[in-house]
């Protein structure tokens, strides 16, 4: 084979290489414009007897079928955190899952009944809290190998609730930390300008620290001096980061800047963008309204991942 041939089949390969790493990265941004959302988890505590809370972040769906199946498998598959004492007992296991009409309908294996009956009502009380998290769902028709579990006088099917749970369950408190931040406001004195703010704020285990950091800048500052330049009814849908990307999902009251003003715009990007870069695992910050990447804001464009900007700060 020639030196060109070969030249040109190398040079064919690199490019058949880009092309498919560039598909692989298109796909993927998509995935993650889609957003994500977080439930809360309700494991057994195996030291005190209670509920413990274990939040997880799944991929968001439409599909509320899809979403369901997501949530119980992820349940299933056991606590993720780093606290050391829940448990979901190997005998608890799920063998099928269905929802319809607001009502999940879970199967579980035979082997459920070789709990004590202490373990069998928190093992409930844990799947029902868990499902019950996710808006669709009111209630928990629950099966042991294809049986009801529990049934009324007249031998009909009892559905279970966060009102109506065997033994009342106690969620264990939420354990907190305390933690030194650097929030970025405007800054009163220079229109144009942030300026940092340290606070001293309490972290909970269940949030993300860029979820509790984002949901500061929306209380505003305790400065007089600064003023806030996100809308105090901006809600948090949900923020993750993966890759030194923080994907942050809002809802689209973080828009409503007055008259489309660019500098308000650009002052409320950077306050977001800086305060969470101050996180050493953050390099970039990618915005999405209601799950969906936005073009324009303001004039600005909005839909690149945002690097830390210095400049702005007085």
């Known amino acids: 084979m020639s030196i060109k041939k070969i030249l040109l089949y190398v040079v064919g390969v690199l490019v058949a290489v880009s092309v498919v790493t560039g598909i692989f990265i298109y796909i993927r941004d998509i995935k993650m414009a889609e957003g994500t959302v977080s439930y809360n988890m309700y494991y057994l505590n195996g030291n005190t007897g209670t509920l413990g809370i274990d939040t997880r972040t799944v991929n968001l769906v439409e599909s509320d079928d899809i979403m369901f199946k997501t949530v119980v498998d992820e349940f299933q598959s056991g606590p993720k955190s780093s606290k050391p004492n829940l448990l979901l007992p190997p005998e608890f296991k799920i063998k099928d899952r269905s929802l319809l009409d607001k009502i999940a309908r879970i199967d579980v294996e035979p082997s459920f009944d070789s709990l004590n009956s202490g373990s069998k009502a928190l093992c409930l009380d844990s799947l029902v809290y868990t499902i019950t998290d996710m808006s669709f769902v009111d209630s928990v028709?629950?099966?042991?190998?294809?049986?009801?579990?529990m049934t009324d006088a007249d031998g009909k099917e009892i559905l279970f609730n966060r009102n109506n749970v065997r033994n009342n369950p106690v969620i264990e408190p939420e354990k907190t930390?305390?933690?030194?931040?650097?929030?970025?406001?405007?800054?009163?004195?220079?229109?144009?300008?942030?300026?940092?703010?340290?606070?001293?704020?309490?972290?909970?285990?269940?949030l993300t620290l860029e979820y509790q950091i984002v949901e500061q800048l929306i209380l505003g500052p305790g400065k007089t001096m600064l003023r806030s330049v996100l809308p105090h009814n901006t809600e948090?849908?949900?923020?993750?980061?993966?890759?030194?990307i923080c994907y942050v999902n809002l809802s689209k009251s973080f828009m409503n800047i007055n008259s489309g003003d660019k500098k308000e715009a650009e002052l409320s990007i950077y306050s977001v963008v800086n305060s969470l870069t101050e996180i050493p695992d953050v390099k970039k910050v990618q915005f999405l309204i209601e799950g969906e990447k936005v073009d324009t804001f303001s004039g600005i464009d909005f839909s690149k991942a945002f690097e830390r900007n210095d400049t702005i700060i007085r």
């Open 141 to 149: 028709s629950f099966y042991v190998d294809g049986k009801p579990y």
């Open 236 to 244: 948090i849908i949900d923020i993750k980061t993966e890759n030194n």
């Open 177 to 206: 930390q305390w933690k030194m931040v650097t929030l970025y406001f405007a800054d009163k004195t220079a229109t144009d300008k942030l300026a940092a703010e340290q606070k001293r704020i309490e972290v909970k285990q269940s």
